[in-house]
């Protein structure tokens, strides 16, 4: 069954389906070996152009004769607009959820069996229903059955952060369908992740490929929490206004009050977290797809399969588990390769709280601790004084040069030499527990250092002890940096249900003075009322978005006309707008100010369906007076 010489050439569909005219790093490698039959497992960072690595086998394989593809996708909330896209480009494609009556899915059921799909889109749920797995047989002995596309792939893995156990049955496609190829995709994996992920679902003889992870289009800022509301609001306002944006954070509870607050700014913010009706929270992801400039309030539930390209910032407001889910979250940001920012705001309380939840979580001891190293790697990024991609990059495995384009490169933090202070911090804390067997908290440990009467520390005479005062040159923003990032080092821990502080054993070094601390100095305390900057970078990046920047005031026109044309074909369709046609594509027509469809038959997103379907209208709205 693997023919590959009566296989229509990739690079053709490319043009004709998409109007794309080149592949994009290794997605030309990864088409050719998937067409031909060949097993792959593709891991390429959001925005690097997965899809196309299984649409275009698919529609291959199917003009070839193979029959369909099935894709594999965890959110039936997405199915729609996936398939939607694929509809407007001319591909038979279709999918299978519980969203539907049983008139359509059986509808859906016959397309597929007559061969006339070339993929068929369903979450994993469906796959390992008797049902499905008896058409999949049928389709299987008729030769029907193209290819396997599994998206998401990490979720299979419990080491993934979006672990989901119906990915375990997977594997099954191939127990029973072993010579059909399949293709497993994700954005994000560490090493163990990659492995659990081979096998898991048995890929052990499939190709591997690795695109390098960067997103140099993506701005990274980390800033100490000071009013971190405020903070954002100011970084939205200076930076971001009117623009797309999504701020995660922890809660529930704090989602809906940051959406409540920042709307009360007179930012266009809503909510979405798992807690809410199922209808609300749909409204507002469609919302979401579909406006321009809103400003989405989440928890984590949000985000996986978000294709929006236009995505112009990821704030976290609270400090995510690890590295991957920090990059996986603020990947959203930029997909369409146009300036974006990822801005995190974290402070002591993120990183006693993040311990705390992995302690206190019931997993066995050895799935903590690779989580403690998980966490203790992204508070290294977070207190890093050097260049932040660096670290992302080298965390997946990639050496890289400073990159120019994050806070740290961009405005070089003061530091100052914390040796000294670490060491008073130690030794009271050593003093705490010598003196009563038990610790105390930050706060209090902060007072003694700095000499401040409290009741508590009359009540434990702690202004007896030889620490008393011995901090008091220092501010208690810098003596909260030293705390948070002698945890964050790992001289320090937190216990209980107070957080009371304790020596671990590095921390000997620290005070015999066999390691030297530099730490970032802290930033200047907010100035209130004086609109100051948001503590980020000076040097914002292009209002507008690049996409508009270098139109002319007539391009600039053309490209709004086009944009309210494309929204009245977007509501008709029941699509959101990128999916009819993106910006960039707007602005290049806008700029090309193409005369006739010949003209437009060159502009990078108009392939030959589009121009078809669209191409007279868009000479209407540029040329018509
Ligand atoms: P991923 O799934 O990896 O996050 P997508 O498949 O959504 O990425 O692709 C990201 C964007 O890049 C999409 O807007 C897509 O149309 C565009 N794209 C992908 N490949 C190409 C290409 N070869 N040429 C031009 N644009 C591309
Ligand atoms: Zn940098």
Redesign the pocket.
């Known amino acids: 069954m693997k023919s590959p010489n009566h296989h229509p050439v990739p690079l053709d569909i ?1 043009q004709e389906v ?1 109007g ?1 005219s ?3 790093g290794q ?1 030309a490698a990864i088409v050719d070996h998937v067409t031909e039959g060949g097993d792959a497992l593709v891991l ?9 690595c299984y649409q275009i086998p698919a529609i291959a394989r199917q003009r070839a004769g193979h029959g369909v593809t099935v894709v594999v996708s965890p959110l039936i909330a997405l199915m729609h607009d996936q398939v939607g896209a694929l509809e407007e480009a001319g591909v038979a494609a279709a999918f299978l959820n519980s969203s539907q009556s049983l008139e359509e899915a059986q509808h859906i059921e016959r397309e597929m069996l007559a061969g006339r799909l070339s993929m068929l889109y369903a979450a994993p749920e469906r796959i390992n229903t008797p049902r499905f797995l008896a058409q999949l047989q049928s389709l299987y002995e008729r030769g029907k059955l193209a290819l396997f596309a599994i998206d998401e792939a990490h979720c299979v893995s419990q080491w993934g952060h979006d672990f989901r156990s119906e990915y375990l049955s997977l594997s099954l496609l191939h127990e029973r369908f072993p010579d059909i190829p399949r293709i497993a995709l994700t ?1 994000t994996a560490d090493d163990i992740t990659r492995a659990d992920i081979i096998e898991r679902l048995q890929l052990e003889e499939a190709r591997v490929f690795i695109a390098s992870f960067d997103r140099p289009n993506i701005r990274y800022l980390i800033v100490e929490k000071d009013k971190p509301r405020e903070q954002l609001l100011r970084f939205i306002q200076d930076e971001h206004e009117d623009e797309a944006g999504v701020v995660y954070c922890q809660s529930r509870k704090k989602v809906e009050e940051t959406a409540e607050w920042l709307r009360a700014e007179g930012i266009n913010a809503l909510a979405y977290h798992a807690g809410m009706d199922s209808e609300l929270r749909k409204r507002h992801q469609d919302r979401f797809l579909r406006e321009d400039g809103i400003v989405m309030c989440a928890t984590v539930a949000f985000g996986m399969g978000i ?1 929006k ?1 236009d995505v112009r910032f990821v704030a976290h407001l609270d400090l995510p588990k690890n590295i991957e889910g920090y990059y996986q979250e603020t990947g959203r940001a930029g ?3 146009e300036p974006a920012q990822a801005w995190m705001a974290y402070g002591l309380a993120d990183v006693v709280n993040q311990r705390r939840m992995i302690d206190e979580s019931p997993s066995t001891e050895e799935f903590k601790q690779v989580q403690r190293g998980k966490l203790d790697a992204l508070l290294a990024l977070a207190e890093a004084i050097d260049c932040r991609r660096v670290r992302l990059l080298s965390y997946f495995g990639e050496e890289s040069e400073p990159c120019g384009n994050c806070d740290n490169c961009l405005n070089p933090p003061a530091t100052w030499d914390a040796t000294q202070a670490a060491q008073m911090a130690l030794s009271c804390i050593y003093r705490f527990h010598k003196s009563h067997g038990y610790g105390f908290g930050a706060g209090h440990l902060i007072d003694v250092l700095r000499g401040k009467e409290t009741d508590k520390v009359r009540q434990y005479a702690h202004d007896q002890l030889s620490t008393w005062a011995i901090g008091a040159s220092l501010g208690e923003p810098q003596w909260r940096a030293v705390i948070r990032q002698l945890i964050a080092l790992g001289y320090v821990v937190t216990e209980g249900e107070f957080n009371t502080l304790s020596l671990t054993e590095s921390a000997r070094e620290v005070l015999r003075g066999e390691v030297q601390l530099s730490m970032r100095q802290p930033s200047a305390p907010t100035r209130r009322g004086r609109g100051s900057r948001s503590g980020s970078s000076s040097s914002k990046p292009s209002r507008a978005s690049a996409v508009e920047a270098d139109l002319d005031d007539e391009a600039q026109a053309r490209f709004d006309q086009l944009k309210a044309w494309r929204s009245g074909v977007a509501k008709s369709h029941g699509l959101p707008a990128y999916v009819i046609l ?1 910006n960039v594509t707007l602005a290049e027509l806008a700029r090309v100010h193409p005369g006739t469809l010949d003209e437009m038959a060159g502009i ?1 997103g108009i392939g030959a369906k589009k121009l078809e379907a669209y191409g007279e209208a868009i000479l209407e709205v540029l040329n018509g007076d």
Request: proline letters at 8%.
């Open positions: 490319l998409f794309y080149a592949f994009r997605q390429m960072p959001t925005g690097g152009g997965k899809s196309l954005a294709d390209p997909r369409d390769g993106q990078s």
